[in-house]
Each structure stands twice: as C-alpha cells, then as structure tokens.
C-alpha cells in the first residue's frame, strides 16, 4: 500500500521563478493538505483540499496557489520565488477531516 | 501568545528513562490532539492521537491531555536512542476549522547510551 508520495525530493530554483511541487495521496483518502517546513519549526499550514476544491487557507499569500484533480492528487504552485520561501514542503493526506494525517516525504526548495 | 507552545530544548534523558514532553494550547475548543516524530531530514511520523481527557497508552507512548489546562503530554517509557528526534504537538482547534493542523515548534529529544 502506496503511502503519500511527493515529487521531487529536492529542487533549486532561481529568484522570481516559479515551481510547481506534486503529491499523490495515500490510497483511500481524498483530502490532501499542503504545510511548509522552515528549519527549525514546526510545519505551517498553506491550505487544503478537498473534492477538488480549496477548503481552507492558512496566513500566506496568493503567491500560493494549488490544484487538487478528480484522482485527489494534488500540486501546489509557487510564482515569483523568493528566498524566504526555501524550506520542506510537506504534502498530507486523509480520509476526511479530524483525523491523523500521514506526510509524505517532502520536496526540498532551495530558492537561490 | 503562540497558539502550541512547545520547549525546543533539547532534552537530554539516558537511555531507559522517561522522557516527559510537554505542549500547551491557546484555543479552548481544540477538539483532537496529535503527537508527530520527526527524524533529521524526514518527514513527520504521527505516533499518537487523543480526543478525550485523560491518558491513552500505546506501547512504551503514553499521550496525556487536560483540556481544563489546555495541556498535552507524551511519555515515552524505556526510552532508546532510536527515540531521538523531533518530537512535534499538533492541534485541530474547534469550530470553523475543516482540519488544519496547528503545529508547536517541536521538542528535540537526546536519548544517550
């Protein structure tokens, strides 16, 4: 059974480019949420989703945006990087809501 | 006020102790109540999840929650230094949230030989 994997691992990128990161939830679940990771901290929620559909959003800006298709794999995009935003990008999945949620391993994003 | 607090540490236990980890909370109406391991360079592990007050025992992890005390607890008996990580609280808080996870900043155990 397939856990929540992610793609890629790691990546660089450049200044005011912009990164598209995928997920592929655990079989079984349909809701997919996104946190980022700084160094040293705890996971910060970006946002959710849910039969396709944005639920919830966490404090960042619309820089971020995300997709989730109608297979529940979700991407979450970055436009004009900057260099505050390396950090681990966590993907999470679930059945539903209010329960544990399982991460993936996380893309590395190394804004330079 | 951060919503979950957690001390950094590190904490230091010997091998085969108890390693005592501590959260608080801001938000009176959290309903669930996680506890995450995280690895160096690896993504989070949930290890535990509570509702109710009281203790919940899985194995050597016990989780403690006081909701009157907006407090949650994790114990980890015989403690080895394959326990050394990472040790993240996290809370779904009450009404209005679909499922977002507020994480602490996370406690670092040391468990040495």
């Known amino acids: 059974d397939a856990g929540v994997t992610q793609s890629p691992t790691h990546l660089i990128k450049t200044r005011g480019q912009q990164v598209t990161l995928r997920c592929s939830p655990k079989s079984g679940h349909d809701t997919v949420s996104w946190y980022q990771q700084a160094l040293g901290q705890g996971p910060q929620f970006i946002f959710q989703?849910?039969?396709?559909?944005?639920?919830q959003r966490g404090n960042f800006p619309d820089r971020f945006s995300g997709h989730q298709f109608p297979n529940y794999s979700s991407e979450l995009n970055v436009n004009a990087l900057l260099l505050g935003d390396s950090a681990l990008y966590l993907c999470?999945?679930?059945?539903?809501?209010?329960?544990?949620?399982?991460f993936g391993s996380g893309t590395r994003l190394t804004v330079v | 006020q951060k919503e979950v607090e957690q001390n950094s540490g590190p904490l230091s236990v010997p091998e085969g102790a108890i390693a005592s980890l501590n959260c608080t909370y801001s938000d009176r109406g959290s309903q669930s109540f996680f506890w995450y391991r995280q690895y160096s360079g690896k993504s989070p592990e949930l290890i535990m999840f509570?509702?109710?007050?009281g203790d919940k025992e899985d194995g050597r992890f016990t989780a403690q929650l006081n909701k009157a005390s907006q407090y949650v607890s994790l114990l980890i008996r015989d403690s080895q230094p394959s326990d050394s990580a990472t040790y993240l609280c996290a809370v779904l808080p009450g009404s209005g949230n679909t499922g977002k996870l507020i994480f602490g900043q996370g406690t670092t155990l040391q468990v040495k030989p």
């Open positions: 999470a999945s679930s059945a539903g809501q209010g329960y544990g949620y399982t």
């Open positions: 509570i509702y109710s007050n």
């Open positions: 989703y849910y039969e396709e559909e944005e639920r």
